[in-house]
């Protein structure tokens, strides 16, 4: 495998699952995980098994669907975690344990009332017994964005000595500039002596609206893992958006490559979004509403000359059937006679003039002009206003 590989960490229906009112059922998680699947995920982290029954089932139930990609379960480092998540991660064809504890002084201190040394001990214990089980572990230092480096690095390479095979860098209060977490990541892929045994991971949230800015940071300073969530959600600002990382690295740093097929990204977009009662943003990069639709008439003259003046994505390239026209009283005449001619008329010359003075009174009534309003207006028909 090429040392470019990016391998892509699904958290959707863990971390993703974590938002108010998103939670899922195991039919739902199913559904989600096999579409994960058939994108090309590398690793679905399906749950967290000791919070509950019902995410002890759905991990489990996954585990058993789940044929090509890694179904991981999380757990904290306590013991009685990690042997739920080996239970429920028994009929997995590839299980991942992902266990960790928090390596910040204020996670130490404040959440634990332990010691760095204490720390990394529970640490060592975690990966090992974690081992006992599996052999893929990933090893997560939470709050690693405000870690000490020199204990983050401490702590990487005593796990990865206990047999982490990776290593999970979490910004988990999305407090790191891109270039600190960068910093960070590239610090440990060069100091840390035994790196080589072990892959290292982004996880990134977006308190500061950096996740995928601070992804990409990771990957260009040596991590080989990203983890996300689609349409990036989660807690607080949520996570980074797998989607955005995914088409980032395909249009802009493709020497990096992925198992993904960025054709399914619209439609698990939606999916996950109508499951989880999400609604998504509509000028969301990559799969939002707006981001391949086109309403001033300068984009939309530009857009219909060669689609390339104002889109840097084909939208097939990720499931969207076509860039889309939208009427606005921003619109010009070329946006007219485009949408005329979809509907049949072929407008030109004076009667596009006529039309569009026609079609400017209509739009600066309405949001935009739907193809009610414009079927009427190519007809000559008065065009009736609802407004609401
Ligand atoms: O953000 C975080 O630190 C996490 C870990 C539990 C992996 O989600
Ligand atoms: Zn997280």
Not at 313 to 335: C, F, M, Q, W, Y
């Amino acid at each position: 495998m090429s040392d470019q590989r990016v391998y892509v960490f699904d958290t959707t229906l863990r971390d993703g699952e974590q938002v108010p009112g998103s939670k899922l059922n195991t039919e739902q998680k199913l559904k989600i995980a096999l579409q994960l699947e058939e994108l090309g995920v590398d690793v679905i982290e399906a749950g967290f098994p000791v919070s509950s029954k019902g995410d002890f089932t759905s991990v489990q139930e996954i585990g058993r669907i789940i044929k090509n990609t890694t179904v991981c379960g999380l757990s904290r480092a306590v013991e009685k975690d990690i042997e739920v998540a080996a239970q429920a991660l028994m009929y997995a064809t590839y299980p991942r344990i992902h266990t960790g504890i928090g390596t910040s002084d204020i996670h130490i201190k404040h959440k634990f009332n332990s010691t760095r040394e204490k720390t990394l001990e529970r640490a060592v214990g975690a990966v090992k017994y974690a081992k006992s089980f599996v052999e893929d572990v990933e090893f997560y230092a939470e709050d690693a964005g405000r870690s000490d480096i020199k204990f983050l690095a401490r702590v990487t390479e005593a796990v990865i000595n206990a047999g982490a095979t990776v290593i999970n860098v979490p910004d988990t209060t999305g407090y790191c500039l891109p270039h600190e977490y960068g910093e960070k990541i590239r610090y440990l892929y060069e100091n840390v002596p035994n790196m080589h045994k072990a892959i290292l991971s982004t996880h990134c949230h977006n308190d500061l609206g950096l996740a995928t800015a601070n992804s990409l940071a990771g990957v260009e300073n040596g991590a080989r893992q990203v983890e996300g969530t689609i349409n990036g959600i989660g807690e607080r600002a949520g996570n980074s958006a797998l989607e955005e990382i995914i088409m980032i690295l395909k249009k802009r740093l493709p020497h990096f490559e992925t198992g993904i097929n960025t054709k399914l990204l619209n439609s698990i977009s939606r999916l996950i979004s109508e499951t989880m009662n999400m609604p998504v943003q509509a000028n969301k990069a990559i799969v939002g509403e707006n981001a391949f639709a086109h309403s001033s008439g300068i984009h939309q003259d530009g857009v219909l000359k060669l689609r390339e003046n104002y889109e840097i994505i084909d939208p097939l390239e990720v499931g969207v059937d076509h860039s889309k026209i939208v009427l606005t009283a921003r619109s010009g005449r070329a946006a007219l006679a485009y949408k005329a001619k979809q509907l049949g008329y072929d407008l030109q010359g004076e009667e596009l003039n006529r039309t569009y003075e026609r079609f400017l009174q209509v739009a600066d009534e309405v949001k935009f002009v739907n193809r009610d309003h414009l079927l009427k207006l190519l007809e000559n028909v008065p065009v009736e206003i609802v407004v609401r």
